[in-house]
């Protein structure tokens, strides 16, 4: 794994990265306020760690839109890549805020193009299931398919099966200006839902 992470930018020993996504869900009848998001839309907020090949290792479905997604974060073994929503921590890496010309910047390069493979699994999972677009259910039942489609995409993806078309949704956030600006299934699915897959 930490190879095909190299190959892509030669980022050393890097074995994910982890990025969250908002699940619009309906309004719950219960603690409604808690799943408001930064947006002002109902959602679940799902952390997810993915490898090089697509393949979602760990998710994280139980949290309420308004949870920030450095509170979700747990600790891994190894180095795992994550935007400027998380800490920066010695097994959590994250862009230099301000980077200097010459290694600083030559980081957020290499981490913001190896970091786009979280993005780009995100994009396919929803791309794959578009009931993620707004799921119509409860909290409860909502993390429950956010998981499933997460063990189907893994599924799709380690078959093979044909990626869909992805597109730009106005929802997500995209790569950070200043992160371009700068240059810069189941196999091993650990689901933190209530039980695991």
Wanted: net charge negative; charged share 20%; with cysteine.
């Amino acid at each position: 794994m930490k190879e095909e992470f190299h190959r892509i930018a030669g980022f050393p020993n890097v074995i994910g990265c982890v990025d969250g996504t908002h699940i619009p869900i309906r309004a719950p009848s219960e603690n409604e306020g808690d799943y408001v998001n930064r947006k002002s839309i109902h959602s679940i907020n799902v952390q997810v760690i993915c490898d090089a090949a697509h393949i979602i290792t760990n998710v994280e479905a139980t949290w309420p839109g308004s949870v920030r997604d450095s509170q979700i974060y747990r600790h891994f073994d190894g180095y795992l890549l994550g935007d400027r929503g998380y800490p920066c921590r010695s097994t959590l890496l994250t862009p230099y805020p301000d980077p200097e010309p010459g290694p600083q910047q030559h980081f957020n390069v290499a981490h913001c193009r190896t970091r786009a493979q979280v993005e780009m699994t995100i994009g396919l999972l929803k791309a794959r299931f578009q009931c993620l677009r707004h799921l119509r259910v409860t909290p409860e039942r909502a993390c429950d398919i956010i998981v499933a489609c997460v063990v189907l995409h893994n599924i799709a993806t380690i078959r093979g099966e044909q990626h869909p078309a992805l597109q730009i949704e106005a929802d997500e956030d995209p790569i950070p200006a200043a992160d371009m600006q700068d240059g810069s299934a189941v196999r091993g699915v650990v689901c933190h839902n209530h039980f695991t897959v």
